[in-house]
């Protein structure tokens, strides 16, 4: 019976200890202080508003897919691009 009651208090504790971990996020950031991951020209895609990074961004599907899409996010856009969906 002890052995029951050991075993239940270390899973509770291990429960426990697991939530405690740090959160890490996929934050963008300020423009120019993270490292660029990827640089793509001659690419089509779709600009839209990001509203969860308040930035415009490019979508663009990846040859050979038929769900993926790089999303680029804009440091400065031109004002005349800056409609949803163009």
């Known amino acids: 019976m002890k052995i029951k009651v050991v075993v ?3 899973f509770c504790l291990m429960i426990l200890a697991s939530g405690c971990q ?11 202080e993270t490292d660029l991951v990827k640089e793509e020209t001659d690419h089509t895609g779709v600009i839209y508003y990001h509203s969860e990074e308040v930035a415009y961004a490019i979508y663009s599907s990846i040859e050979g ?3 993926s ?5 804009l440091c ?4 005349e691009y800056q409609v949803d969906g163009q």
């Open 8 to 10: 239940f208090l270390v």
């Open 65 to 67: 897919t038929i769900d």
């Open 76 to 79: 400065s856009l031109e004002e």
């Open 69 to 73: 899409q790089d999303v680029g996010i």
């Open 22 to 32: 740090e959160e890490t996020s996929d934050e963008v950031g300020v423009c120019g």
